[in-house]
């Protein structure tokens, strides 16, 4: 086994989310293929072509998956989205519209601040320590 490809996020919407993810987030649109079921196969990805794991946007499809839309991980921080340059990207993504639950503080492990998606998903924009 070498790395985790992709992980599934439930969202509401593909266009919307689509535009989060490369708009506010910086992502790249990776695919955006339709699928026989009517369904789309949507991964957008951080950084480069390959260069981590990319997020498989699934729309939700019954009751039970709209009910896990923006709480997939029980209110936890549940996705960690690396950076360089922390200052720049928080600034970027504040400028964005991104809403942060937090001021940036400084950890051991290095500079963090919690975020949260759309839909409400917690992330942490970290820039690790050195």
């Excluded at 009751?63 to 921080?77: L, S």
């Excluded at 990207?89 to 601040?113: K, S």
Aim: proline share 5%; glycine share 10%.
């Amino acid at each position: 086994m070498r790395r985790i490809a992709l992980v599934t996020l439930v969202v509401d919407d593909y266009d919307e989310a689509v535009r989060f993810y490369t708009e506010a987030l910086g992502f790249r649109l990776a695919a955006d293929e339709p699928r026989p079921d009517g369904s789309r196969w949507v991964v957008v990805e951080p950084g480069g072509v390959g260069e981590g794991t990319a997020l498989l946007l699934a729309r939700a499809k019954d009751e039970a998956q709209c009910d896990r839309v923006g709480d997939q991980t029980g209110g936890r921080v549940g996705f960690f989205l690396h950076t360089g340059d922390f200052a720049r990207d928080h600034a970027r993504m504040t400028a964005a519209g991104v809403t942060f639950l937090e001021e940036p503080r400084h950890e051991p492990y290095g500079t963090v601040a919690v975020f949260q998606d759309l839909y409400g998903n917690r992330w942490d924009l970290l820039q690790p320590a050195d």
